[in-house]
Structures are given as structure tokens and as C-alpha cells.
Nanobody, 124 residues
Framework: QVQLVESGGGLVEAGGSLRLSCTAS????????MAWFRQAPGKERDFVAA????????LYADSVKGRFTISRDNARNMVYLQMNSLKSEDTAVYYC?????????????????WGPGTQVTVSS
């Protein structure tokens, strides 16, 4: 099993940037496809981005394409989400997720491991 913990959230003004980090422990990160999801108050959890085991393949939600970048450092067991040009609608709790089946997936139900989340608040 893998345990995940997110960090890097906070309060930022619209147009600003944040970098979220996800630290993995328990198993080597290279065994997992990794993803970021987010959930705003009163809304369903949404897919944000995913990255393949090697880091070569990535997938993004249309709402963040061109603004967010997902990356990973398997040697350090870390996954990152660089968020630029932030908007108020990006405000949410952001979750890191892992799946061991080797596919880039958008559905949250396909991911078996989750972190507790980190709050991102974008003020307009």
C-alpha cells in the first residue's frame, strides 16, 4: 500500500501561483499512476490532472489546461502540481490520488489511494 500526504496549499490572490506537493510513503511511487483531484464546497470531486508512472504521459481537465502542470520525481517519491494564473473558481480542497494499474484515468473511483487533502483559496 501507499500513503499520501499533500502540502503547499494556502491563500493566494487571483492571477498568482502555488505549487502543491504530494509525498508518498510505504511503496515506491513509480508503481503508481498519480493524479490530482479537487472538491469545492457543495460540489462534486473533479479530476484535475494525471501523470503516468514514468512521467511521460499526462492528462488534464480542460478547465486547467495551459495553467496547471503535473510532474513527478520518482526518486524522491514526490508528485507536484504547479498552478499558475489562478482563478477564484480554482478554490477547493486538492487531493492527491494513486492507482496501481498503469492507466491514465479521470474517474475518482478508479483511484484506490488518497491523501487527506490541502486547501487552496484564491481571492478575487
Amino acid at each position: 500500500q501507499v500513503q499520501l500526504v499533500e502540502s503547499g496549499g494556502g491563500l493566494v490572490e487571483a492571477g498568482g501561483s502555488l505549487r502543491l506537493s504530494c509525498t508518498a510513503s510505504g511503496r515506491t511511487l513509480s508503481a503508481y499512476t498519480m493524479a490530482w483531484f479537487r472538491q469545492a464546497p457543495g460540489k462534486e470531486r473533479d479530476f484535475v490532472a494525471a501523470i503516468s508512472r514514468s512521467g511521460v504521459g499526462t492528462l488534464y481537465a480542460d478547465s486547467v489546461k495551459g495553467r496547471f502542470t503535473i510532474s513527478r520525481d520518482n526518486a524522491r517519491n514526490m508528485v507536484y502540481l504547479q498552478m499558475n494564473s489562478l482563478k477564484s473558481e480554482d478554490t477547493a480542497v486538492y487531493y492527491c490520488a494513486a492507482d496501481g494499474r498503469g492507466r491514465l484515468l479521470r474517474a475518482g473511483d478508479d483511484y484506490g489511494y488518497w491523501g487527506p487533502g490541502t486547501q487552496v483559496t484564491v481571492s478575487s
